[in-house]
């Protein structure tokens, strides 16, 4: 039976971040059957202007919390040493762009720990051409992706999914089986939660399959 995982994630989703250990953890434990596809849910759009007071303060107050709750290490550097500014659109072209070299999941990470560990803005495009050349990506393909109309589509496609699945904070995970969609549970510190969901639903489906089967003979 094959089933697919939806991981849907903003690269610059705090809670993505503390997140990141539970479901590298996860992924390792899962069957093989289950396929893992990652979605770019787009916390906010293109915004050149900079982000207000009173949300630095929230997201200040959302790393420390989350540094307390999961251990989670942040540089906090960065609220004195960038122009924070409220969007995500940018630092999810760059994470498709790197995709379109097959580098996607590890500019999603670069991004990631771009932001929490060394204080750079990952809304600048300056800050995702500085992780591509890191990455050993072909630099002039991925500038050129960056702003085209073709990766500008994928994100589309992608928000566009996130919406059909259902999803509105990030990080969710979504288990599709025989085209049927449900929800995951997704816990922070202990992945057996989550596996043990999967397992419950996949027992599900099979068990309908089953009683199905009985009555069509």
């Known amino acids: 039976m094959d089933a697919i995982l939806y991981y849907v994630h ?6 993505c971040w503390g997140y990141r250990p539970a479901f590298q953890r996860l992924r390792a434990q899962l069957p093989q059957h289950i ?7 787009g916390l906010a759009p293109d915004s050149d202007q900079p982000m207000p007071e009173e949300m630095q303060q929230m997201l200040q107050h959302t790393w ?5 709750q999961l251990g989670t290490p942040f540089n906090h550097d960065f609220w004195t040493h960038c122009r924070p500014r409220r969007s995500t659109y940018p630092a999810c ?8 070299q097959g580098q996607g999941e590890a500019m999603t990470e670069a991004i990631q720990k771009a932001y929490y560990l060394r204080a750079m803005n990952p809304s600048d495009v300056d800050t995702h051409e500085q992780l591509a050349e890191e990455l050993g990506l072909n630099t ?6 960056l702003t085209s109309e073709a990766v500008q589509a994928l994100l589309e496609q992608q928000l566009a999914l996130t919406a ?6 990030f990080p969710s995970l979504v288990l599709e089986v025989n085209g ?6 997704l816990a922070y510190q202990n992945e057996l939660t989550t596996l043990n969901d999967i ?3 996949l027992h599900w489906v099979k068990t309908k399959a089953t009683i199905a089967g009985w009555f069509s003979q």
Request: hydrophobic share 50%; charged share 25%; proline share 4%.
């Open 10 to 15: 903003d690269p610059m989703c705090s809670w």
């Open 35 to 41: 396929e893992v596809r990652f979605v770019l849910g």
């Open 64 to 68: 420390r919390r989350i540094e307390g």
């Open 93 to 100: 072209r760059a994470v498709i762009a790197a995709e379109l």
């Open 140 to 145: 002039a393909k991925f500038a050129q992706d």
């Open 164 to 169: 059909a699945l259902g999803v509105s904070g």
């Open 180 to 185: 049927q969609r449900w929800p995951v549970a």
């Open 199 to 201: 397992s419950a639903k």
